[in-house]
């Protein structure tokens, strides 16, 4: 299927000839029927030759009723322009082409209608110049007479023409339905309408709704009038809500795939139309079927910042139009480029941010987005509207390789200086760490920790060389140093190393330092013990018991028994089933 919306001046002949190509009647209200005249968004739609099926959104022409036209053509792909052969080109033939220019809609076709009242000739010629120099381009012109019939054939063969060059969205695209439409059904409950620009919608799937955000389930689906389980874009649907009220939704909110769009209130835009400087400061944002206030901010010559009324769901890259509802004018078409845009707090924000936005055209790009912003998360990147394809560099976050290397060394200088500062603490904590890069996750603390640092017990060291030991210390290890070194295997007394004023975490430091051996709590030796010691129980017969290997090493059992098993657990001695052990390897191995 796909979807084109009419445009043209009032009294063209859009809604005949929409009548005319499907049979059915696009002007839906009897108020419409009466004074003749559209007013709001009809809908109706007719298989072609080939078989293909096309929807038609006929448009109201009239200049009153411009923003339920908006509402219309916003969403759609393609566009059939009318122009009446016996009027020409009117007020409401340049504004729609405006509109159509600025939303940046490509495909079309022109039709000039009764042309059994006047040669079609005069209107086609400048209607074709006129769309020629838009986004529209050249297009193929058909003169028609929805009173005799005339063209209608030539038309719908064209139509096939048409629809087989539209592009085909890409599957898998994120569901964006930008109501047009909401009634009640007696029984059924609340029914929203629109044109489905691409993505899947499913019976039971569930969608977010613009406006409150809350989840909400899509009981069942039409398209064109019939049930359906399923509807690909490009296509009009009808969507069944369950536990939606008429409250609370209507023209201008959208259904969702939940968690791809940026809900937001603030973008920066490239406006393609009049020069940025002379817009009014208040002017309407129309995109999709909806239609905001938005107050603007000039940054630069194309540029500007715009604060909508309400949030809408934007992403890089969209295309709006913004319209001065006083003057009753299309002031240009905008570009989204940044739907999370920085606060311009500090002095030369402003032009900093024109000079970055002079630099941005609209296309979502990965890199460009994280070297901006240094740090993302995968969500916030592709609400944007950004395809993300390189790899995390924890969890669900994503780093511009500059900005991470940048981390790496500020991690680096920061464990520094903490442990200077902290000189009997293992390590620095990840959460202090945390605070002092300014990270949003632990996780990434814990990622950023290559060597020379390393990361044990949820604390971040320089591996080894945790510093000098603080004058104290070193004066007490080093006087405990020489006692042992006359006795290597004797481990003071615990009330020894507290005369000494080696408490637990001074040893801790000096262990680290790599200054004493812990072989439990309070029994410390020097480090090269180990050494010592193999080379001593080597020179037994093997295997060796316990109280053989203590007596000539000349300690006791407090010392003997844990200096065994740090033996054990290195692979220097091995201890056999009756407990007896034997030296494995020589001294220096260990
Ligand atoms: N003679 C003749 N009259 C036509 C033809 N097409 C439309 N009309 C008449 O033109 C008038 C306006 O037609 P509509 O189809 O309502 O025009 P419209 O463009 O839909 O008007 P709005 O929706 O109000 O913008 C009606 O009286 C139609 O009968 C045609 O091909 N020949
Ligand atoms: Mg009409």
């Given at each position: ?76 792909p393609a566009a059939l322009f009318v122009v009446a052969a016996d009027e020409g080109w009117m007020p409401q033939s340049a504004e729609h082409l405006a509109a159509l220019d600025a939303l940046g809609v490509r495909h079309g076709l022109l039709v000039v209608t009764r042309s059994d009242l006047a040669d ?142 940026q809900q937001t209130d603030l973008v920066d835009v490239r406006l393609v139309g009049d020069p940025v400087g002379e817009l009014p400061a208040e002017v309407t944002l129309h995109v999709g079927s909806a239609a905001v206030t938005a107050r603007v901010r000039p940054l630069g010559v194309d540029t500007a ?286």
């Amino acid at each position: 299927m796909q979807v084109i919306a009419t445009a043209g001046h009032v009294d063209h002949g859009k809604s005949t000839l929409v009548r005319a190509l499907t049979g059915m009647e696009p002007d839906r209200w009897a108020e419409e029927r009466r004074r003749g005249m559209t007013i709001d968004l009809g809908f109706a739609w007719t298989t072609l030759p080939s078989g293909a099926v096309v929807a038609f959104v006929d448009v109201p022409g009239h200049e009153r009723f411009v923003p339920n036209m908006l509402a219309g053509v916003g969403p759609a792909p393609a566009a059939l322009f009318v122009v009446a052969a016996d009027e020409g080109w009117m007020p409401q033939s340049a504004e729609h082409l405006a509109a159509l220019d600025a939303l940046g809609v490509r495909h079309g076709l022109l039709v000039v209608t009764r042309s059994d009242l006047a040669d079609p000739a005069a209107a086609t010629e400048l209607a074709q110049a006129e769309i020629g120099a838009s986004s529209l381009g050249s297009v193929e012109a058909v003169a028609v007479s929805a009173v005799t019939g005339a063209g209608l054939p030539e038309l719908r063969a064209a139509l096939d023409r048409l629809t087989a060059r539209l592009p085909v969205p890409e599957p898998g695209l994120p569901v964006r339905l930008w109501v047009d439409r909401a009634f009640s059904i007696r029984g059924s409950g609340t029914v929203v309408t629109g044109t489905l620009g691409g993505g899947e919608l499913r019976t039971g799937d569930e969608l977010e709704l613009t406006g409150t955000g809350e989840r909400v389930r899509i009981r069942g689906l039409q398209s064109l009038g019939e049930p359906t389980a399923r509807v690909a874009g490009v296509a009009r649907v009808a969507v069944n809500l369950r536990g939606v009220s008429l409250e609370q939704v209507g023209r201008g909110d959208a259904l969702l795939t939940p968690g791809r769009f940026q809900q937001t209130d603030l973008v920066d835009v490239r406006l393609v139309g009049d020069p940025v400087g002379e817009l009014p400061a208040e002017v309407t944002l129309h995109v999709g079927s909806a239609a905001v206030t938005a107050r603007v901010r000039p940054l630069g010559v194309d540029t500007a910042r715009l604060r909508l009324d309400r949030p809408l769901p934007l992403r890089i890259g969209d295309r709006a139009l913004l319209r001065d509802p006083g003057r009753r004018h299309v002031a240009g078409g905008v570009t989204v480029l940044d739907v999370v845009p920085p606060a311009l707090d500090r002095r030369g924000a402003a032009s900093a941010r024109a000079a970055v936005l002079a630099g941005l055209d609209g296309r979502p790009d990965e890199h460009a987005e994280l070297a901006r912003r240094g740090l993302m998360r995968r969500g916030e990147l592709e609400r944007m509207g950004v395809t993300v394809e390189s790899a995390p560099v924890a969890g669900d976050w994503y780093a511009d390789p500059d900005h991470w290397l940048d981390l790496r060394r500020r991690l680096v200088e920061e464990v520094t200086r903490w442990v200077e500062a902290h000189p009997l603490e293992s390590g620095v904590p990840v959460d202090t760490l945390r605070r002092l890069l300014d990270l949003p996750d632990r996780a990434l603390v814990e990622v950023l920790v290559t060597a020379p640092l390393s990361a044990q017990n949820g604390r971040i060291a320089r591996g080894g060389t945790t510093g000098a030991l603080p004058e104290q210390v070193a004066r007490a290890v080093r006087r405990i140093g020489a006692e042992l070194a006359e006795r290597p295997f004797v481990a003071p007394e615990a009330a020894r190393l507290a005369e000494f004023g080696l408490g637990h975490r001074e040893i801790g430091a000096a262990v680290r330092a790599g200054a004493l051996l812990r072989l439990a709590d309070n029994v410390v030796l020097l480090p090269d013990a180990v050494d010592q010691a193999v080379r001593v129980l080597a020179g037994l017969p093997q295997p060796f018991t316990l109280s053989t290997a203590r007596q000539a090493l000349g300690t006791t059992r407090r010392v003997a028994v844990p200096l065994l098993e740090l033996l054990d657990r290195r692979g220097a001695t091995r201890r056999l089933p009756d407990d007896a052990r034997i030296v494995l390897i020589g001294p220096g191995d260990s």
